[in-house]
């Protein structure tokens, strides 16, 4: 009977698991079937040694070590997998301290089965409280504390809490509540990051809009320029006509043209969000010597707002920059596309295999990760093709939010 109890609690402490897990880590690269599949076995592994390996601090290394091996499953950073499962644990032995303090060595405490249950109970709370910054998947260094302060408090606990005393039920009670703040605490600094990088997206659109602008009144100044010598530029072509100095007129026509083009507008696609970001972006590349070839083809207005453009385009323009900045031999191709309401985005850079890290520390993976979930709401996606010393960043969506 008390094995049986046991296991109809451990499976609703791995459904609780699941629960908390989901919402913390978002959702899982597997398929459905397969997720279930390693929940099954982490709860095929974790009943076996509960019932054969008598010793808690085994089983709990067990447990964390599992825990954490099921988190690979889920896109996220090391980091917040290994927060994950070292509170997931230390908030499952708080519930058990806290039972055992307040009903004894009661067959429904000593199996776990009203813990686990309270444990459900705050899974669904926690899911229907806790707002994922998808966006926000930096590395903060404040990441390596919390996990710090959620193993210290497994260890405070298990050298501290050995009797069923009010004394430490109190310490019980304090170390539980450090781990809700754990998660409080992370809650507000991904939410300072996800601010940080609205900011900096905005700033971009800032800079983009201001250089878009720049170019305009060039490319103004110029067309006056043109058509105040017009005339003249007609007399001397017909002249040459006249003359039948016909090997003349195509070298004057390319100075005509070079006299109306702004060199930094790489983009006349006629969408001004995505022109300004391209023109600047890429004329940025131009000045540390980028050789660059940009075909840019969509309607004047599109479905995606600015501020999704800016974190797909600027993300992957970014990305490409950093690693021309040291790559040997720099080129960048810009291949973006409209057709029957999805957009084709290519971006194309040459990069140095032996530079990985940016100067601010940030991974490459990061703004690669920002603009997957971003596409998410346009029910697009974002494939990655290394080769040789080569990187092509390929983005297709629909021309539609969700």
Known sequence: METLLYLISNAIRIYAIAVFTGAFLGKSRLAPFNVNLTYLGYYAIGSTLWLTVHSPTLNLIANTA????LTTQYQTSWLKRLLCAVSSCAMGMFFDWFAFALFGNRAAIECGFLQDIVALIFAFVFKGLYKRYD??????KYSWFLIVI???????????????????????SVLLIINFLNFYVYNLEQKNLETKHKLRLIEMSNHAYRNQ??????????????RHDLRKHFLRIRDMISSES??????YLDEMEEAIIVPQEFSKSGNKDVDSLINYELTLAAEFGTEIHCDVSLPDQLNVTAFDMTVILGNLLDNALEALRHAPEKRLHVLIREKRGIIKLE?????DPAYTRAPDGREHGIGLMSVTNTLEKYHGK?????????????ATFFNKAE
């Open 347 to 351: 971006i194309t850079n040459t990069f």
């Open 213 to 226: 602008l720049q170019i305009l009144q060039n490319s103004q100044k110029k067309l006056r320029f043109m």
């Open 246 to 251: 016909y090997a003349d007129i195509p070298p």
């Open 150 to 172: 959620s193993i210290g408090t497994i260890i405070v606990g298990m050298l501290t809490v050995n009797a069923q005393t009010t004394h430490d039920y109190i310490i019980a």
């Open 135 to 140: 966006d926000s998947t930096f590395k903060s």
């Open 66 to 69: 599992m825990l954490l091996l």
């Open 382 to 394: 974002l494939e990655t093709f290394p080769k040789d010393k080569e990187f092509c960043s390929a």
